[in-house]
């Protein structure tokens, strides 16, 4: 439950933005606010529904409507058109900019400036949400990037220095050898199923400075150089060095139960999977190791994902601001907010979760190292073991991922990674022809 700011004594209006201000001679303003959890979910409902009167008890000149409706790639357009939107949703990475380019979403400078909130956003995360001018059409909440997880133990026992994980593909590729030859285990895996193959290829192509689709999404661009080279690191891997062991098949759960089960030296995945493989699967934490995505050729970036918060066009100046101390309030509260941070904090070592794992920061620097100062006492990760990700992570450039279609897309490139892994003489030209056509067919739709 979040932090419950201090209590006003007059109740909201039900009046609209343009209502009396019930003796408080400010404005009342109502906006409609999405994303509440269905009947079906009664948990998370009451819990939002809990969110919601805390807000407006701490908030009384604005009054929040509910609805439960959710972004849906599908609908999202017939929604926008006929003005069913709520004032405030959310959205995937994958949407700002092309939300930006079509004028659907609502400019948030001025409201996000005058409340104080730019000066605690990261800046780096922000620019997902920003238009060339750098003005502002979306607020972060939520965010990771992907990098190299790692087995400690198994760079130990290999002879690498655990401090220190591959900053380059050609490292991981000679780690993941040493680590096969020394150890027994693989070196290296990698997710090939359920749409994770394309979503991790995706990933290594960034960091091969190559792109998966063209700025509007219009066609596909993964057949090139970058992407050619990126499959052939893996084939030279898996049959030239054989550092990846027999398993290909490998989906979300499947590898970081693998990884958690010593089998596996390395693999891509954002920090947040410290959760499962530790807590879920049984890995000591001593042994869990991060890194920032390795890159070839020069500093690429890395994939990112997340979610922001939108507000509607018809929003008006007095809406915009109502939105914005919302999603501060909903959203952020832990990050801008003590009290919060710390409830937030106890109750996740009251649970016997993890507490403090490193990430991509929605907030700036300043009030990240605030936030962690917050939840120091009750941080019962290994910090240190997140080093090598934290030192780069932060300013290392993320990368959406594809803006239209994502998953589509990430299906039909599957069996490219699944083909490369598991025939010796796979022909990864062709295969990345033949997977281009696919996905310009369905962008084409």
């Not at 906006?31 to 939002?48: F, K, L």
């Not at 929604?79 to 004028?103: H, M, N, S, W, Y």
């Not at 190299?148 to 593909?169: Q, V």
């Amino acid at each position: 439950m979040p932090f419950l700011l201090a209590a006003c004594s007059s109740a909201p209006s039900s009046g609209g933005a343009a209502g009396a201000g019930s003796g408080t001679g400010q404005q009342q303003v109502t906006i409609t606010v999405g994303d509440r959890p269905t009947s079906s979910d009664p948990a998370n409902r009451a819990q939002y529904d809990q969110k919601v009167a805390d807000f407006q008890k701490a908030n009384p000149t604005i009054t929040l409507k509910p609805v439960e409706t959710v972004w849906d790639a599908t609908t999202f357009q017939a929604q926008a058109a006929g003005g069913q939107l709520p004032d405030v949703l959310t959205v995937p990475f994958t949407e700002p900019q092309g939300l930006i380019a079509r004028k659907q979403v609502a400019d948030l400078t001025k409201a996000i400036k005058d409340d104080g909130l730019m000066d605690q956003l990261n800046p780096n995360v922000l620019k997902i949400a920003q238009d060339q001018s750098g003005n502002v059409y979306a607020v972060p909440n939520a965010a990771y990037s992907i990098g190299l997880i790692y087995n400690r133990d198994l760079f130990t026992k290999a002879g690498l220095d655990p401090n220190k994980p591959p900053a380059t593909w050609d490292e991981v590729r000679a780690a993941a050898k040493q680590i096969a030859q020394k150890t027994g285990q693989a070196g290296y895996a990698q997710m090939t199923t359920n749409n994770t193959g394309g979503w991790m290829f995706t990933t290594q192509t960034y960091a091969y400075g190559g792109t998966i689709e063209s700025d509007d999404g219009s066609k596909a661009t993964f057949d090139d150089a970058p992407s050619k080279a990126a499959l052939q690191t893996l084939h030279d891997m898996k049959w030239t060095d054989k550092s990846m062991g027999q398993a290909v098949l490998y989906d979300y759960d499947g590898i970081q139960k693998a990884f958690a089960a010593g089998k596996i030296g390395m693999y891509m995945g954002a920090p947040d999977m410290y959760r499962a493989i530790v807590v879920t699967n049984g890995l000591k934490p001593a042994s869990f190791g991060i890194g920032p995505m390795p890159q070839q050729g020069g500093d690429h970036g890395t994939l990112t994902g997340g979610s922001v918060q939108i507000v509607s066009t018809a929003a008006d100046d007095a809406q915009k601001a109502a939105a914005i101390k919302w999603i501060k309030f909903a959203y952020l509260n832990k990050y801008v907010n003590q009290d919060a941070a710390v409830a937030s904090a106890k109750s996740g070592v009251a649970a016997k979760q993890p507490v403090g794992v490193p990430g991509l920061p929605v907030v700036g620097a300043d009030q990240d190292a605030t936030y962690q100062g917050w939840i120091k006492p009750y941080v019962n990760v290994p910090l240190e073991n997140f080093a090598p990700y934290t030192k780069v992570a932060a300013d290392q450039k993320i990368i959406p991922e594809p803006p239209v279609k994502a998953q589509e897309v990430y299906a039909a490139l599957d069996p490219v990674v699944q083909t490369v892994l598991g025939n010796e003489k796979a022909d990864i030209p062709a295969l990345l022809t033949k997977a281009a056509g696919t996905v310009n067919a369905k962008l084409g739709r």
